[in-house]
Every structure is written in C-alpha cells, then in structure tokens.
C-alpha cells in the first residue's frame, strides 16, 4: 500500500517545526508577559459539550468520533437507523458521544465551569494546541491546525480588551508581519439586527456580512433576501457595511444611526473606550474599526477582533472577542469572558511567503564527530558529553566509515562543524576541527573546544 496523509492535514520537518516554535516562544513569551499562565484540556470533548456552541455551520465541521462496539448486532440496528441523523450535523449518543475539539474556547469555558471553585478571579489563561474542523481544505485552511489562545474569564473590564489588542500588536511587531487589528462590537450589530426587524435577525445578518470579503455585497444581499429580509431592511444592513472614513467617523456615523437605540450606544461606547485606552499607549496598534467584522459565532457580546496580515493574500490570522455568557452554557452564571487566538498555520504560511524567519533560527547540531573506530570512541563519546553538558548540541557518526560518507552526512543535515579525534589526537589532546562554511581546518586543544564552537 502507497502511504499517504489524510486531507488538510500535514507532516512537519525537523526546518518547518523550528520555524512554529519559533513563533509558538514568541507568542508564548508575550502571554507572559501579560500574567496569562499555561492550560492544556484534552483533545477529545463529549458530543454534548461542544455541539450547539457554534452555530448550525459550525456543527457540522465538528469530527465526531463513532462509539466502539457499533459492530455488536443488539447496537448495529440503532446505529443504522441513527446514522443519517449524525450526517445532517446532529449528534446521536448511540452512535457518537465523543468529538474532537473544534477551538479552545468553549474547553476554556467548560474548564472553568468545572473548576471555578478552585479558581483565582481574573482568571488569566493562554493555550496552544491543535483543534480539528471538518473544512473543505485549501490554501492557509487545515483540517488540522494549531490554535494560540489568550482569555480572561471573571471580569466585564475593559482593561482586557485593550491588553489583547496590545497583545495582538506586540506579538507580530515582534514576528515582523505587518498587520491590520480590526474591531467591533456585537452589541452595534445588535442594534443593527433591532432596526432589521428585531433580535431574532441577529444570527442571520452576522452569518452574512462576516461573508462579504468571500462572497461580496451582491451575494450578501440575497443571502438576506434569502433569509426574510424585506427589500428596506437589506438597504439598512447595506449602509451600514459601507460607513467608511477614520476611526472617528466611523463612530460619528453609528451614533447617527443607532442614537436611539440602548444596546447600540453601549457598543459604541465600549469601542470608543478601547480605541482611546490603546492610543494613549506608546504602541502603534493599527487597531482599525470594522463594520463588516461580525464573527458570525454564537457566543461573542461584546467587542471582537480580527487580525488581517497587510502584505499577502490570506484569510485572517487571528480573532477573539468578548463572550459575556458563555459559561452559562454549562449552568455556570455570571462568569464574563473575552479573548483572542493566533492562527499559527497561517502565520507560518505568512512569514513563508514574505521571508522574513530569522536566519539564524535552523540551530541544530553544531558539531559533528568523525568515528574513527572502536577504540577512540570511548574517548569521543567522553568529548561529546563534556559539549552536551555545556548546552552544544554534538553527534557522534554511527558507524566508522569512509570520511567522505560522513562529510556527505554532516553536509546533508548543515551542521557546521565536523571534529576529528583519531589515536595520535587523544594521546596530544587535540582534535582537528572544520569548518564546513569556510573550509578551514585548525588543530585545536580539547579544551578548547567549548569555547571555539561557540564563537
């Protein structure tokens, strides 16, 4: 059998995971910085915890994982009769009880329903581990991918809103990815859903606009008309996606248009607030309002984010928002919540297209011991330890070859340096070392090695 990968799913090389780590430390390091403390939940939920969370749409990217014994004649029946249930995006406990999780934050959310007592208010947790969606796959979308999360769940603050936005600007002025931070607030859309006919709209119109970079204006119209919107009301939602203008005149015109409402002033107030907090702040954010960013998930109240890169074409390679009563899913009231996800495979593809990885971030073996039989061995497996303990990376060739083959080897994997300690160089305590970008060749003392490696 020819082997082969399932679908939107990938192998990493030894180069390419030295480059995720590389922004794994540096968005982990910036979380820190923040007072944000490590969390891992399992990969695999109960069906139950996570269908419901994410819309109609999103319940039908969750990988449900089948119940074992379904082969048992006495379940086989059930299961057949079930099983087109489970294929229309429902859940079935005779069929499934378990799925694979779609994001990290409604595992957050059941966390912190199960733990809460435990807990110290703000609770202030980032995550980094894979999630599975059921997508069709194609350029920056897996099926399998990594997600990087910050959220604080016990506080209504603003003060969180604003630290994710700096967090945002902090991480990719650090990976060198120019980007675009841009926000909402789900309440504005609210008061949009209110002139639209009331809130039952709200769904259908956030599932549409956050559409319109994909499909355009015309398509998002009459997915509206579709949907029941009268001819008036798809007008509303239309001029509503094209205030255009600055910051400010973004707010001057929603103030103009949702004077009226309550729910929409609060939205415009809690942008204005964070918009004003993050400028007082030497960061430059480039925190641009959005009237088309609706983040069409069920769970989010308040502001969300999205974060688009300036320079390629690519979806957008983080989001978060405000998610006042998500734990109420799991009977655990007044718990607020608001966070934020980096998108590293798409961040990775990001910084791939533009190249700008480090150059110095291959770091792997620095130097590489030529075996030159059973005998010195014993000598060179005493060197290389003596390097290891002083955090230089070292391999000794498995087998005592010809030179050239352990040249080729050394070449094949870039370690930049070969050392060769034959009988007459451990009697006089030398080792000839090369150096595979230059070509030159120095016998040097064995002591002197830590400190010409790591020059």
Known sequence: MKPSLPQGTRDFSAATLRKRN????????????????????????????????????????????LNNGLDNPEKKDTAIKEFD?????????????????????????????????????????????????ADRPQKGRYREFYQCDADVAGSTSLLHETELALIYATVFQKLRVAVEIKINNRKILSALANLCGGAERMMQITIAIDKLDKIGIEKVKEELLSNGLNNEQVLTVEKFISIKGNNDEKIESLQNMFGADLTGQEGIKELKQVLQSV????????????????????????????????????????????????????????????????????????MEELKIFPEDIQKGTRVLFFNTGEEELKHIISIAQQLRNQGLASEIFHEASKFDKQFKYAEKKSIPYVAIIGSREIEQGTCMLKNLSTGEQEEVKQSELPSRLKN
Request: with cysteine; hydrophobic share 35%.
């Open 22 to 65: 590389f922004i794994f430390d540096t968005i982990r390091s910036v979380f820190e910085l923040y007072g944000f403390e490590p969390l891992e939940t399992p990969s695999i939920e109960n069906t139950e915890t996570l269908m419901g969370k994410y819309g109609d749409e999103g319940d039908k990217l969750i990988f449900k994982i």
């Open 85 to 133: 249930l489970v294929l229309t995006g429902k859940t079935s406990k005779g069929i499934t009880e378990r799925a694979l999780r779609y994001d990290l934050t409604i595992p957050f959310a059941r966390y912190v329903s199960m733990n809460h007592g435990q807990l110290t208010f703000p609770f202030k947790r980032y995550q980094m581990q894979p999630v599975w969606r």
């Open 279 to 350: 400028n007082h702040t030497s960061k430059d954010c480039n925190l641009i309002i959005d009237l088309s960013l609706a983040r069409g998930l069920n769970y989010y109240t308040g502001t969300i984010f999205e974060v688009k890169a300036l320079d390629v074409q690519m979806g957008s390679i983080g989001g978060g928002g405000r998610y006042d009563d998500l734990t109420s899913l799991f009977d655990l009231k007044g718990i607020a919540g608001v966070g934020i996800s980096f998108g590293v495979d798409r961040i990775y593809d990001v």
